[in-house]
């Protein structure tokens, strides 16, 4: 299966206004793909269709297809759970639980699942999933503290090693750093070219800076339409449209 993920007339609406308007997209596996676009466009809401976590509001609902290595994730027959666990996702704001652990913090989600059994297999799995973070090296000697102590931009490598050890196989990671400072977004962005080995991940962002550093894919989404879509050397160095242009120039938006 050659995309992760593919949207075919993705249409999303809050009661009757149509927020996602009708969007098709391919994303092709181990790659960043990044979906920028200024604010309120319909970002946050399109990533949360991805994996059915916008079903929660009530307001909202989703036409057309979106499918995950080649199955269709609205089908009646998919558990969201399951999808939800296939599908990982890290907020803008970084949101560790403040009464849980650190350690509690990236295994809570295992033991809720019933995924692992042992306290030894635990162990294991969290200290792998916060070596995949890039932050082992840092907490291993308080991983029985709360997160409070940490940086935003710590913090935000608990929540993603919290659902790195869920093994999704996508990453859905909604303006990871928008909240960060400048050298925890390094980190992270670096994080992302490991990381991209072994998952897929789409990026949202507001940035088309973030989107050329970090991305090999990009798609530019205005008022809720797909205006462009390609490799990301190309939409930036040769859009095909006036908009995108405007954009990446920071003419718009
Ligand atoms: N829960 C909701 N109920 C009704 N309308 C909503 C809801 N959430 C978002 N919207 C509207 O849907 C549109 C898209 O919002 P969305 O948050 O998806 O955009 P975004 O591009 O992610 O913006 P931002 O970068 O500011 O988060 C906006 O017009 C917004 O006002």
Known sequence: MKFALETEDLRVY???NMVIKGVDLKVPRNTVFAVMGPSGCGKSTMLRAFNRLLELNEEARVEGKV?????DVYNPEVDPIEVRREVGMVFQYPNPFPHLTIYDNVAI??????LVRS???IDERVEWALKKAA????VKNRLNDYPSNLSGGQRQRLVLARALAMKPKILLMDEPTANIDPVGTKKIEELLFELK???TIILVTHSPAQAARVSDYVAFIYIGELVEVGPTRKVFENPEHELTEQYVTGVLG
Do not use: Q, S, T
Not at 67 to 71: A, D, P
Not at 109 to 114: A, Q, S, V
Not at 135 to 138: A, C, G, I, K, V
């Open 14 to 16: 809050y009661g009757d």
């Open 67 to 71: 499918k995950i290595f080649g199955r």
């Open 197 to 199: 080995n072994e998952y």
């Open 119 to 121: 306290k030894g297999e």
């Open 135 to 138: 932050l082992w090296d840092e």
């Open 109 to 114: 989600g295992l033991k809720l699942n019933g």
